[in-house]
């Protein structure tokens, strides 16, 4: 966790909005797969694995990080 204060890099995000990729839709980091597209999904039951086969460009374990970020801090953090 970050303390108050604290700088945080671009390597600390699983998140990315950027105007030039999606029309600036929030994606996951070092893909071109908005971040709702995975949520949609986990919302419907699929767990990680099976979000990975539907969108094999996101690494399984970046799915897990940002289902587990949401889930324990109901936020996510976007750099921009």
Not at 29 to 39: A, D, E, W
Not at 41 to 66: D, F
Request: hydrophobic share 35%; aromatic share 8%.
């Amino acid at each position: 966790m970050f303390r108050v204060g604290e700088a945080m890099s671009s390597e600390d995000y699983l998140i990315v909005s950027d105007p030039l990729v999606c029309g600036g839709k929030p994606v996951v980091k070092g893909t071109r797969v908005p971040v709702q597209y995975i949520l949609e999904l986990w919302c419907k039951g699929y767990n990680p694995k099976q979000i990975h086969e539907q969108y094999p460009t996101v690494p399984e374990k970046l799915i897990k990080k940002v289902v587990e970020n949401l889930e324990k801090n109901r936020l996510i953090k976007i750099l921009h």
